[in-house]
């Protein structure tokens, strides 16, 4: 990756041959990470300078700064490589608690529907038993009320019947004596 070419770029500067790099495609790559740095004005005027002269007439020998800019550039882009690594680390740990947590809770909602399931079941069954406690019992109290009704008509008939009775005996009783 651009650690690599910055890393290659700096070894080959280091031993003097950073002219057979700057003929590759990697110079590119390192000439767009000059760009894209943040770099001073400085030494991206040098960097700049460097990649496009390399070491032809126009180049006077600084490599000890260029190997300076680039071991900045990839100490830079290792700090970098770093802090995305350890965000992403620390963004898939918050992943996996927050999956576990959404797990537990999908299991504790899956319980609490399947009680609640249950009791409405459980309650459909009641009202159907209350239901049926309910016809029974009216039933019953139709039941109850011709038995009252019929009561009340016989207590009036063996009431007229007894005064019939209690009057004939007076009767005889008075006819006797």
């Keep these: 990756g651009l650690l690599a070419h910055v890393e290659l770029l700096s ?4 031993k003097g041959a950073g002219g057979s790099f700057l003929q590759s495609n990697a110079a ?3 000439r767009t990470l000059t760009i894209n740095m943040d770099l001073s004005s400085v030494d991206r005027d ?9 070491q032809g007439e126009g180049y006077a020998p600084q490599s000890g700064q260029i190997t300076g800019i680039l071991k ?3 100490d830079t882009m290792e700090a970098d490589l770093a802090d995305v690594t ?12 927050l999956v576990a947590a959404k797990e537990k809770e999908i299991a504790a909602n899956s319980k609490a529907i399947e009680d609640k399931t249950k009791r409405l079941g459980e309650t459909g069954v009641k009202i159907e038993e209350l239901k049926e406690n309910l016809e029974d019992t009216s039933a ?4 109850d009320k011709k038995f009252l009704a019929d ?3 016989n207590c ?4 007229a019947e007894y005064e019939v009775v209690k009057k004939t005996r007076a009767e005889e009783t008075l006819a006797i004596a």
């Design 11 to 14: 070894n080959l500067i280091s």
């Design 28 to 30: 590119a790559v390192v």
């Design 46 to 54: 040098m960097m700049s300078s460097f990649l496009s002269e390399g």
């Design 72 to 74: 900045q550039m990839k």
């Design 86 to 97: 350890a965000a992403e680390e620390a963004a898939k740990a918050s992943c996996a608690e």
């Design 140 to 143: 019953s109290y139709e039941e």
């Design 151 to 153: 009561l009340d008509k």
């Design 156 to 159: 009036a008939t063996k009431t």
